[in-house]
């Protein structure tokens, strides 16, 4: 039977081999459909004639990868849970229980409970550790397990188990799963009387209508002048990206194209009025940077519309098309290339199936000096472009260059900081002291001005955080300790400051560090520095 069974395939090889006089199609789509056959013979013969049992999903699923690893660095197979966990966080909702959460000593500690979610409708607090999961212990146990068990389907229900500073016994909690939001914007205030700050963390569905939101409040507040942050900001969609570019270009002003072999031209314009179309405006970049962040932040350079500080972005000027298919994995497919206004594509050189070589991209700007000095970075003439309004020079292939260079601050990042930092130790030692002092830092800093205008770490706290990384051999070292005690300080704050608060919070305290935040709040409030790097004259013209 088996032998018969492969005489009719060897038949049906032959016969596919005659395509040319069956075959009346245009183009390449008769070469692509013999290729189509050729790649389903081979499934059919490995599936059927293999000396060893093989798995047919794998098999396919291999050869999708393989197909893609041969382009760009960014066309991707995704399984189906895959594809679950990357649209998430850019649908911009899950469902949950409604926390955030930190591991503390292998037991998941509640930083914060989402305000109207379901954990704060059963009076989950802060604070609060679960133990226990439908009567698992969770003690101990990874992240990804414990989030597969908290998480469900929205109106179901998940039983946990808490213990509580001061209670006596494990406290039981039913919680029914909701819809929780995830938020795209971190942080949302006003640095000064007229200067507002934005942190985008990530291009989701939602991006527009926070983006939206955050100008309204801070337009409410006074703002005059808005610092946008997209440090670390991997991007996302596009059009939210666009939504956002749009809420600062006046009407039929370009913010993007895209084009490919196989996709023509497509533009993406302003529409007559965006909420923010006056008013300096500084854009906080990094070599994470990328994608749509980088969308945003050229269309904004191109029109002259944004001074651009920090490093240059990461370079991803490809566009991908989700393709699903039937058992709900998906492909990732580059279809497109997109270029700023002025015609630059941002996309970095790629050797194609070479991922390795890619991923050292990072690695080889630290090694060259890059992210230390702007004379390390060099763009080729041809790769020059000119903005619309002012006709300054700019870059295109290889991310966004920006207006005014920051080079990256390492010197109170000590061995000793980082330790204490990677081990866990200095989220540790802050977070039990929050358990302990919780109610009374709330009574005495009511909200985040007043913490931020009078709270000071006590020392009996980093006695506490030196004892702790020697528990762990972490050994004490006082000159490392002298240059990294201002971050270790300020890092203990901004955790304290979250944990009381929200994520926002520890964006205002944080920021005291970064120089390219300095820089950028200088530069907007000196309008002879700003109008002088946007080649602005005196009279706004």
């Given at each position: 039977?088996k ?8 038949a049906?090889?032959?016969?596919c ?6 075959w009346n199609?245009?183009?390449n ?5 013999l ?9 059919y ?9 093989t ?30 966990e990357m ?6 909702n ?9 591991m ?15 954990s704060?409708?059963v ?10 999961v ?5 003690v101990?146990?990874g992240?990804?397990?414990i ?25 039981a909690?039913?919680?029914i799963?909701?819809k ?7 942080a949302?205030y006003m ?5 507002g700050?934005?942190?985008i ?5 939602t ?11 801070l ?6 002048q808005l ?28 913010i ?12 993406f ?9 006056t ?16 969308i ?6 191109d ?7 920090g ?5 991803k000027g490809?566009?991908q098309?989700?393709?699903p298919?039937?058992d709900g ?23 194609k199936g ?31 472009c000119y ?19 920051i ?8 061995d000793y900081y980082?330790?204490?930092a990677?081990s866990?130790v200095?989220?540790q030692?802050?977070m ?6 919780r109610?009374?830092?709330k ?5 985040i001005?007043?913490?931020?205008q ?10 506490k955080l ?8 972490i050994?004490?070292?006082a000159?490392q300790y002298?240059?990294?005690e201002?971050l270790i ?8 400051a ?17 120089e390219?935040y300095k ?14 790097i946007?080649?602005?004259s005196?009279?706004?013209k």
């Amino acid at each position: 039977m088996k032998r018969k069974i492969l005489y009719l395939f060897l038949a049906v090889c032959t016969a596919c081999t005659a395509y040319p006089q069956k075959w009346n199609l245009p183009g390449n789509r008769a070469a692509v459909e013999l290729q189509e056959r050729k790649l389903s013979m081979a499934l059919y013969a490995v599936a059927n004639f293999y000396v060893d049992s093989t798995s047919t999903r794998k098999l396919v699923e291999d050869a999708i990868r393989g197909m893609l690893d041969k382009l760009d660095p960014h066309s991707a197979y995704m399984t189906p849970e895959e594809t679950k966990e990357m649209n998430e966080p850019l649908q911009g909702n899950f469902d949950g229980i409604g926390i955030q959460f930190n591991m503390l000593q292998d037991t998941l500690y509640v930083v914060q409970v989402i305000p109207g979610g379901p954990s704060e409708r059963v009076g989950l607090r802060a604070g609060d550790r679960i133990i226990a999961v439908n009567d698992t212990s969770i003690v101990k146990m990874g992240t990804a397990d414990i989030m597969k068990r908290l998480r469900g389907p929205k109106g179901t229900e998940v039983r946990i188990k808490v213990v509580r500073r001061h209670a006596t016994q494990p406290i039981a909690f039913k919680i029914i799963r909701g819809k929780i939001p995830i938020y795209s914007i971190d942080a949302a205030y006003m640095i000064n009387k007229h200067t507002g700050y934005i942190k985008i963390n990530r291009f989701a569905a939602t991006t527009g209508d926070e983006f939206r939101q955050a100008l309204t409040k801070l337009k409410k507040q006074g703002m005059k002048q808005l610092l946008l942050d997209l440090q670390d900001n991997g991007g996302g969609y596009m059009e939210p990206a666009i939504d956002v570019a749009d809420q600062f270009l006046s009407g039929g002003k370009m913010i993007v194209y895209t084009q490919g072999y196989s996709q023509p031209k497509e533009s993406f314009r302003a529409s007559a009025k965006g909420d923010f179309e006056t008013g300096r405006v500084a854009v906080l970049v990094d070599e994470s940077t990328a994608s749509a962040s980088e969308i945003l932040t050229g269309a904004l350079q191109d029109w002259d519309r944004a001074v651009v500080i920090g490093r240059r972005s990461f370079g991803k000027g490809l566009v991908q098309r989700p393709i699903p298919l039937p058992d709900g994995s998906m492909m990732r497919l580059t279809v497109a290339r997109y270029y700023t206004p002025s015609g630059r594509c941002v996309q970095k050189p790629y050797i194609k199936g070479d991922m390795a070589d890619y991923s050292r991209d990072l690695i080889d700007r630290y090694n060259r000096g890059e992210l230390m000095s702007a004379d390390s970075i060099h763009f080729p003439d041809s790769l020059k472009c000119y903005t619309l309004e002012k006709h300054r020079t700019v870059y295109g292939g290889g991310g966004i260059m920006p207006d005014v260079f920051i080079p990256l601050d390492t010197m109170d990042f000590t061995d000793y900081y980082r330790n204490l930092a990677a081990s866990g130790v200095l989220l540790q030692t802050t977070m039990s002291y929050i358990d302990t002092h919780r109610a009374a830092l709330k009574k005495a800093y009511p909200d985040i001005r007043s913490f931020k205008q009078k709270y000071i770490v006590p020392d009996a706290l980093i006695a506490k955080l030196e004892a702790n990384g020697k528990a762990e051999k972490i050994a004490f070292d006082a000159k490392q300790y002298a240059r990294s005690e201002h971050l270790i300080r300020l890092q203990m704050a901004a955790l304290i400051a979250r944990d009381l608060y929200d994520t926002g919070a520890y964006y205002q305290i944080i920021n005291d560090l970064e120089e390219s935040y300095k820089t950028a709040l200088r530069i907007l409030d000196d309008p002879a520095a700003y109008n002088k790097i946007l080649h602005i004259s005196n009279d706004g013209k």
